[in-house]
């Protein structure tokens, strides 16, 4: 029997994290149960509106966010507040499958495209593995807003 997955992320600025990788992967935020958001609503706005009602103070190391695919295929990402900063590379990182089925000048091509709107997001552009046929299609490797690196495949 499989499982399904959340993939945590250890940061700074749960929010910041979640609007970022949102953003990169085409997720939503999720606004609190029973809450319905109208279009272009902040989800963390109605978050801090429902906590606040239950009676419960938030500190600033209390804060989580989440980010979830709107099709409900790919795993939830969560976010929470740890001291430390991050002090290696990844030993785990994701792909984020933008030019499938793309090949060549084509595939780079749309790789670049997404690499230069997510810099305006916050990413930073690493490196860049241009093809070698058969066995490498090309990619790039970037780090999103708090140095969690992440490749553009």
Excluded at 8 to 32: N, S
Aim: aromatic share 8%; with cysteine.
């Amino acid at each position: 029997m499989s499982r399904a997955v959340q993939i945590t992320f250890d940061c700074h600025d749960p929010i910041g994290q979640a609007r970022f990788w949102a953003e990169a992967l085409g997720y939503v935020i999720p606004g609190p149960p029973g809450v319905p958001l109208e279009d272009g609503a902040d989800p963390f706005e109605a978050w801090n509106r429902f906590i606040s009602g239950l009676g419960i103070e938030l500190k600033p190391e209390d804060m989580r966010a989440a980010i979830e695919d709107p099709e409900g295929h790919g795993p939830r990402l969560f976010f929470q507040i740890v001291p430390e900063g991050k002090t290696v590379k990844n030993r785990v990182h994701l792909d984020v499958r933008t030019a499938p089925g793309l090949e060549g000048q084509e595939r780079m091509e749309a790789l670049e495209v997404e690499c230069r709107r997510l810099l305006t997001h916050g990413a930073t552009r690493l490196n860049c593995v241009d093809p070698e046929p058969p066995m490498e299609a090309g990619f790039i490797v970037m780090a999103d807003p708090e140095g969690n690196e992440f490749c553009l495949d």
